[in-house]
């Protein structure tokens, strides 16, 4: 869910930007990150069976004007085609 739906729904007499800065700043605490992670990877291991497939593609974080930079690699864009550098990782897990 989108935290602009949430913020919508809340019908807040200020800015709706303010009170999406407020709930995504509120969604960085430790406290709430802990009480919500367990409940999610819970919720997650209910759909994983043994052929389940798990692709994870960060590849998306582009670097364009980095030099150095750990982890760092080139990738080609599709469309338009060209070289890019970016950080991330491409990882598959599933049935061999």
């Known amino acids: 869910m989108k935290l602009s739906n949430i913020a919508r729904s809340l019908k807040e007499e200020i ?14 605490t ?3 990150e802990a009480e919500l992670t367990p ?6 291991s209910q759909r994983v069976v043994a052929n389940t497939v798990l692709c994870l593609d960060l590849s998306d974080i582009r670097k364009e004007y980095a030099k150095k930079m750990e ?8 469309a338009p085609a060209k070289c890019m550098r970016a950080t991330g990782c491409a990882i598959s897990l599933g049935p061999k």
């Open 15 to 28: 800015p709706l930007i303010k009170t999406e800065d407020r709930l995504s700043r509120n969604l960085k």
């Open 30 to 32: 430790e406290e709430l």
């Open 39 to 44: 409940q999610l990877a819970k919720m997650a």
């Open 71 to 78: 982890y760092l690699a080139l990738y080609t864009t599709a």
